[in-house]
Structures are given as structure tokens and as C-alpha cells.
């Protein structure tokens, strides 16, 4: 049997601009400047330009997410589990299955329990 391959990721730098400009504040602490947009799915794992993979965090929120900060992870689990179902729905969908979102929210520090 083959590798399945990926899907291209999609592209869409429109939204990202529409996105970008609808961003009034950070979706974790509130922070209304040097906002970035963070792919969830990330983009280097085929993490697609779509609404349902975005969050909006604060310039400091996201380089600690991307340095690998175990409480930055664990607050954007925990935000996307509780105030983003939307999130929850795309990765699942997007890495396969239920089994594959649990297994996300475990690497950001998020169990069952919590």
C-alpha cells in the first residue's frame, strides 16, 4: 500500500489580509496591538488559510507558542476547545479523526479531564 499523500494546503492571502484587518484583539489576553494570526494546524504540516484554522494572538502570545511554551500551548488548547468549536471541527477533519484532535490537545498540554 502507498503513502497517502497530502493535500495541497490551501492558499488564500486575501483572507489572511481580511482576517488580518477584522483582528481587533488578541483571542487569549485581550491585547489590541501586534496582533498575528496563527494557524492552528500549522502551515508547515499542510495547515490551510481558512477561517477555522486561525486564532488571533498577541505578538508575545505567539513567539512563546512557537518557542515551545508549555502554558502559551496549554491557553490556546484551552481556548480553542472552549470558545472555538470551529477550530476543534477543522482539526479533526483535517488530521483525520476524533482520536487525532485528542492526541493534538494532549501535545498542548490539554487531557480528557481537563
Given at each position: 500500500?502507498?503513502?497517502?499523500?497530502?493535500?495541497?494546503?490551501?492558499?488564500?492571502?486575501?483572507?489572511?489580509?481580511?482576517?488580518?484587518?477584522?483582528?481587533?484583539?488578541?483571542?487569549?489576553?485581550?491585547?489590541?496591538?501586534?496582533?498575528?494570526?496563527?494557524?492552528?494546524?500549522?502551515?508547515?504540516?499542510?495547515?490551510d488559510d481558512v477561517?477555522?484554522?486561525?486564532?488571533?494572538?498577541?505578538?508575545?502570545?505567539?513567539?512563546?507558542?512557537?518557542?515551545?511554551?508549555?502554558?502559551?500551548?496549554?491557553?490556546?488548547?484551552?481556548?480553542i476547545k472552549t470558545?472555538?468549536?470551529?477550530?476543534?471541527?477543522?482539526?479533526?477533519?483535517?488530521?483525520?479523526?476524533?482520536?487525532?484532535?485528542?492526541?493534538?490537545?494532549?501535545?498542548?498540554?490539554?487531557?480528557?479531564?481537563?
Amino acid at each position: 500500500m502507498q503513502d497517502q499523500k497530502r493535500k495541497p494546503r490551501i492558499k488564500d492571502t486575501a483572507l489572511l489580509r481580511l482576517l488580518k484587518f477584522e483582528s481587533l484583539e488578541c483571542e487569549i489576553t485581550g491585547e489590541t496591538f501586534n496582533l498575528h494570526l496563527h494557524h492552528c494546524v500549522l502551515k508547515s504540516q499542510s495547515g490551510d488559510d481558512v477561517r477555522e484554522n486561525i486564532v488571533c494572538l498577541s505578538e508575545g502570545l505567539h513567539t512563546d507558542y512557537h518557542h515551545g511554551d508549555l502554558a502559551t500551548r496549554l491557553a490556546v488548547a484551552t481556548h480553542i476547545k472552549t470558545e472555538r468549536p470551529d477550530i476543534s471541527e477543522y482539526i479533526a477533519r483535517k488530521l483525520g479523526s476524533q482520536d487525532a484532535l485528542i492526541e493534538w490537545y494532549a501535545k498542548h498540554g490539554l487531557t480528557r479531564k481537563a
